[in-house]
């Protein structure tokens, strides 16, 4: 069970995971031990699921940003796995959610520019088996991007 205490933790943790334990203790008002605890608690329960570092993808040479549907030509088990496999094995594709309506996925997809993404897609996303029809939609800018829960 999550309490407040836990929560105020996520928290801090989500704005900044490279606080110490220490730092995090005299925030939420309780000693080092106990916040200890509940972080290993809360990492071994799967609450954490990890820690990571958030760059920025101009910086990185990943400035474009393309939120890609996709519907499936079969939508049997096996070929949804296998789908599913597939994705995941694409460094290029960050997220992929499985959504309702007329496309079966939501792809959202970091390239160095049109030229990479037009590679992507032609040559990679659209060769996968049992891909049907694509629609590719630009991200002109970011007006939010967020990875807090709470």
């Known amino acids: 069970m999550i309490d407040k205490k836990d929560m105020a933790i996520l928290r801090l943790l989500q704005q900044n995971a490279r606080y110490t334990v220490k730092e995090i203790a005299q925030q939420v008002h309780l000693s080092v031990t106990p916040v200890h605890e509940r972080i290993k608690r809360l990492e071994e329960s799967g609450v954490i699921r990890q820690y990571t570092a958030l760059l920025d993808p101009s910086k990185v040479n990943k400035s474009l940003t393309v939120i890609c549907y996709v ?19 694409l460094p290029e594709v960050l ?7 007329e496309f079966d996925f939501l792809l ?25 029809h694509l629609q590719s939609i630009f991200v002109m800018g970011i007006i939010k991007n967020t990875h807090q829960l709470i």
């Open 71 to 89: 519907s499936i030509k079969e939508h049997g088990k096996k070929a949804g796995e296998q789908f599913i496999k597939e994705i995941q094995a």
């Open 95 to 101: 997220e992929c959610y499985s959504i309702s309506g």
């Open 108 to 132: 959202k997809v970091v390239c160095e520019d049109m030229n990479a993404y037009y590679d992507f897609h032609v040559n990679t996303l659209s060769e996968i088996k049992n891909v049907g």
